[in-house]
């Protein structure tokens, strides 16, 4: 197998042994990595094409990677599979400014497109706190949300075409460029957020959208669950769909951030049962700052909201999204987690979060439980640490988490993916008759299911 491989890509598109590097085996915490046969790095869809004809042929498993930013376990390992990195497949291919796409290859950094897209006065939507790791490839295959999704929705909205390969090798290029296409069966949608396994998107066609000529950030403290809701209604009512991103923090939350996150210094006081960290993007720096700071004197007056902050510089505006952003240091001091990404309708937001912390904490004594999310989109995340990080325990979390959910309405994943992680608990957010019309197309593209065995289904 490995002398077929090297004789489709070069001399260093193909490693083996101790040449395979930790980047290739990252789980982000959820177990240990499989040994994989070796790791191909291609350069090409036509070496991706006959890379799985091979693999097809010999029944071999092969599994794609990105930036391997994703934590659910999605991309790791479990042993014995070819490990397919696009990391060298990373041309910007074709920016169209009249049309408003960008074209791609797969394994170029979010980042990069960002970057490249804003010198020329544009947007690529989709942002995300691992926007320097992660790559157009794996934020498709995961259908990645962010932090701007009540504005531009997830990743899907912004994917206009693609081109995969099948399990078998054959390509599929299915490169649009059009809004409107209602030519039959819009294919993209079956490799979008399937993990990689229906197929391997190896290139893309983005939606851009105009750059916003003007960005506003604040941060708010709130006492009251409701008042946040009718917060996000307020704002949602009064910016006619200027709002780009609403993002919530339990109080439990900033106290943690105060204690543990040296580096970090919140812009209010503490004590508030919520923090909102609120951003807006318009095209009139002036009045846009003036009608935010406007609007935010006009809750404060109803009681809505408590306190507030405008951000009044750049680096101001950075200080605000790193409470939300990059409270690592403090998670690290806390020992082994368990970290969920789920969603829910808004109103059962409030519930939902007093209902896992008070069943964590009487299941555990002393353990730390966070909240905290992209709330104007139904989306939470949950940190639980509780001073053990074996399976057993790591369950019995997975059981109070996901049982809410499902008492609740909600899905077990909002942005990223199953993968691995929560592959037992698909059920509970999922039909079963939803679930065998997933393993039917699973069968139909991957007769052999070579491709990513052992994720999401």
Request: with cysteine; proline share 4%.
């Amino acid at each position: 197998m490995i002398d077929a491989f090297a004789r489709i890509v070069d001399a260093t598109g193909i490693l083996t042994g101790g040449d395979i590097g930790p980047r290739y085996l990252n789980t982000r915490g959820h177990g240990v990595a499989g040994t994989p046969l070796c790791v191909l790095r291609p350069k090409t869809t036509a070496e991706v094409s006959e890379i799985l004809k091979l693999c097809h042929a010999r029944g071999q498993s092969i599994i794609a990677q990105g930036g391997m930013s994703g934590l659910v376990g999605g991309a790791a390992p479990l042993g014995g599979e070819v490990v397919l990195s696009l990391e060298r497949m990373n041309q910007i291919e074709e920016f169209d400014a009249e049309g408003r796409t960008l074209t791609t290859q797969a394994g170029v950094i979010l980042q990069t497109a960002h970057e490249y897209c804003e010198e020329r006065g544009f947007m690529l939507p989709l942002d995300l706190g691992a926007r320097g790791t992660a790559t157009i490839g794996g934020v498709i295959s995961t259908n990645a949300g962010g932090v701007r999704v009540i504005r531009y929705g997830m990743m899907r909205e912004s994917v206009l075409g693609l081109e995969a390969v099948l399990a078998d090798g054959t390509i599929i290029s299915s490169m649009n460029k059009m809004l409107k296409n209602n030519a039959g069966y819009d294919l993209k949608h079956l490799f979008i957020g399937s993990e990689g396994t229906l197929g391997v998107v190896t290139r893309a066609v983005c939606r851009l959208r105009p750059k916003p000529k003007s960005v506003n950030t604040a941060f708010v403290g709130i006492d009251h669950f409701d008042d946040v809701v009718a917060f996000l209604g307020f704002l949602e009512g009064a910016l006619g769909g200027e709002l780009g991103s609403f993002e919530v923090m339990w109080g439990a939350y900033d106290q943690f951030v105060r204690e543990r996150c040296p580096s970090l210094r919140p812009p209010l006081e503490s004590g508030h049962g919520f923090y909102v960290l609120i951003e807006t993007l318009g095209n009139d720096p002036t009045a846009d700052s003036a009608k935010l700071e406007g609007l935010l004197a006009e809750v404060m007056d109803r009681k809505l909201i408590v306190d507030a902050a405008l951000a009044q510089s750049e680096q101001q505006r950075a200080a605000f999204w790193a409470i939300r952003e990059n409270a690592g240091e403090g998670f690290r001091t806390l020992g082994p987690m368990c970290t969920y990404d789920v969603s829910m309708p808004i109103k059962a937001m409030g519930t939902f979060g007093i209902r896992v912390t008070d069943s964590i904490n009487a299941a555990f004594q002393g353990a730390t439980t966070l909240v905290l999310g992209h709330m104007g989109d139904g989306n939470l995340h949950v940190v639980a640490a509780v001073g053990s990080g074996s399976p057993e325990i790591h369950k019995q979390i997975n059981d109070i988490v996901y049982g809410v959910i499902r008492d609740l309405g909600g899905s077990i994943s909002a942005e990223h993916g199953i993968g691995t992680e929560k592959k037992d608990y698909l059920s509970w957010s999922r039909s079963a008759e939803e679930i065998a019309l997933m393993r039917a197309l699973k069968h139909t593209l991957d007769p052999k299911g070579i491709l990513n065995p052992g994720k999401v289904i």
